[in-house]
């Protein structure tokens, strides 16, 4: 009856020819090396899908095994490629390309399965079945394809839309794009192959060239989470600001007024999911998180709720847009990172201009001092020379040097210098593209000019005030901890925003900022940003200025 299909019962020329050869080999498989198996699992794939004459029924067992068999290994290659993941690092590099390339040859290999699917008239409704599933595990893994790109800021591939396009077209004309299942056993969100696909486009449209490695993986699992309110539809909606065009695989555009809408054409939506995600945000800033929201246990809460607040800007209707003039320009600057070497390398106060401290807390301030490695006599750092290529009112950018700026990532702390002047700028890095030749080029936000490094003495949170720290001698012990100031655009103090070392932001903590003899109290308010040693927070002044 299945001529086709029984035609393939012949033995294949691979030494995976069904599944239980496929597992007594794969049980061969480093245990403690999950680089090494992943590459070797990633081997069998290439080998399997180019060779013919499978049984159909055994191209997918064999396909699934494979996949499942490296998924966990790509998931452990990945967390730690996201620990570490600088763009001039070789073994970050050798962690990204392994798992780039099993998710390619995993995404090819179930092409394979498909295109001998539809090569048959009539199928049996078992084979018919596992059709969504094969569809949501190939455009994931096509997806995970453009996902990696993005974290090293490459421009998504042209063969990664082709696939995305073409795999969609292929759900659409089988009728089965919204058909809900489940990708792989234990999963406990349900998917279909149309949100996976909404999924990748979401991805791309939420602005991942301003985003670390690791905000782009966390960006990516919420939107695999709220994919259902994403939209695509085949005729005009106010909600769909972009389209596509199945006919002509590529990035989705914005909708101008005069599109015309054809068969092929889509339009998409993101502006559905933003008050789902000021839910969210209200929920995670409150600490009352639902399990199913927490996007993996893996991302502090904090760092997670700057993820969803940027997505709320760029999944809404009116997105973001740089619209400051940018100038060219050829210079070269000092670049120093870290946030230790930046808070002694700014303008500070002196300790000695300090008089409200006793002589015990004198010392103890000057002990902490040293103990973090700020006192001047410790600083040891090592600046590198960039090239500048453009400017703006509050932004610098340029190419990064081949064999400098390995520890650089979005997000990165930094101090910069003009060749010829002492003082130091404070910067993130706020945008990085790698371009076809492999060369990395950089934006960088300017934070403020004329930063001051003070120290915070520790008081309280809410209610809690120095008094209930007294000891039982009937002194008190404080607390110092590093703290650089930002001025606001027009460098004043009242607004200002503040750096402190990571792990140090609590809301509503309150502090005295230690600045000579006019000291002030202030309260932590919201986490703004965050590195992996820095954390950026607005705050509140409290009281008069005095």
């Known amino acids: 009856?299945?001529?086709?299909?029984?035609?393939?019962?012949s033995k294949p020329d691979h030494p995976m020819f069904n599944a239980e050869a496929a597992k007594k080999l794969l049980a061969d498989l480093p245990k403690n090396d999950p680089l090494k198996a992943l590459e070797e699992v990633t081997s069998w794939l290439d080998s399997f899908k180019g060779t013919p004459g499978f049984y159909f029924r055994n191209r997918l067992d064999v396909a699934r095994l494979l996949d499942e068999t490296g998924q966990p290994l790509h998931a452990e290659l990945l967390?730690?490629?996201?620990a570490e993941p600088h763009l001039q690092d070789f073994r970050g590099m050798r962690l990204w390309r392994c798992c780039h390339a099993f998710m390619k040859a995993l995404a090819e290999t179930y092409a394979v399965c498909i295109n001998e699917y539809q090569k048959t008239g009539k199928k049996p409704e078992d084979i018919r079945e596992q059709m969504p599933v094969i569809s949501v595990r190939l455009l994931r893994a096509v997806a995970e394809q453009m996902k990696l790109g993005l974290m090293r800021y490459i421009e998504v591939e042209q063969e990664v839309w082709n696939e995305l396009y073409r795999q969609y077209r292929f759900v659409e004309e089988n009728q089965f794009a919204e058909s809900m299942v489940y990708a792989y056993a234990g999963h406990a969100v349900h998917t279909s192959p149309q949100r996976e696909f909404l999924r990748a486009l979401a991805l791309y449209v939420s602005s991942p060239g301003t985003l670390a490695p690791e905000q782009i993986?966390?960006?990516?699992?919420i939107a695999a989470r709220l994919a259902g309110f994403f939209v695509i539809k085949a005729t005009p909606d106010a909600g769909c600001t972009n389209y596509l065009d199945l006919a002509n695989p590529g990035a989705p555009k914005h909708v101008g007024e005069n599109l015309q809408a054809t068969s092929t054409i889509r339009f998409f939506g993101t502006d559905k999911v933003v008050p789902r995600l000021e839910e969210i945000i209200h929920r995670n800033e409150r600490g009352v998180v639902e399990q199913e929201l927490r996007f993996g246990n893996e991302f502090t809460p904090d760092g997670k709720v700057i993820v969803l607040k940027h997505l709320q800007l760029y999944w809404g209707?009116?997105?973001?847009?740089?619209?400051q003039e940018r100038k060219g320009i050829s210079a070269t600057i000092k670049i120093v990172h870290g946030f230790k070497v930046i808070s002694k390398l700014v303008t500070h106060i002196d300790l000695n201009r300090i008089t409200s401290l006793s002589g015990e807390d004198a010392a103890r301030l000057k002990e902490r001092s040293e103990g973090l490695g700020l006192a001047a006599e410790q600083v040891d750092y090592t600046s590198e020379d960039w090239a500048i290529q453009d400017i703006s009112a509050q932004g610098l950018g340029g190419m990064l040097p081949k064999n400098a700026g390995s520890w650089v990532k979005i997000g990165a702390l930094c101090g910069i210098s003009d060749q010829n002047v002492k003082q130091w700028w404070v910067g993130m890095v706020r945008r990085l593209h790698t371009d076809e030749q492999g060369k990395v080029h950089f934006?960088?936000?300017?934070l403020t000019k004329k930063p001051l490094a003070v120290w915070l003495r520790v008081l309280g949170k809410g209610a809690e005030r120095v008094s209930n720290w007294e000891t039982s001698s009937g002194s008190f012990a404080y607390d110092y901890l590093p703290a650089i100031l930002l001025p606001d655009a027009h460098n004043s103090y009242l607004n200002a925003t503040l750096l402190m070392e990571a792990q140090n932001f609590v809301p509503d903590s309150i502090y005295e900022v230690m600045m000579g003899e006019k000291s002030r109290n202030l309260k932590l308010a919201e986490l703004l940003a965050e590195g992996d040693d820095y954390e950026q927070v607005s705050f509140q002044w409290q009281g008069a200025e005095g």
């Open 443 to 446: 934006g960088i936000a300017i």
């Open 317 to 323: 209707k009116e997105q973001p847009h740089r619209i």
């Open 217 to 221: 993986e966390v960006a990516y699992r």
């Open 79 to 82: 967390r730690q490629y996201l």
């Open 1 to 9: 009856m299945f001529s086709w299909l029984d035609k393939l019962d």
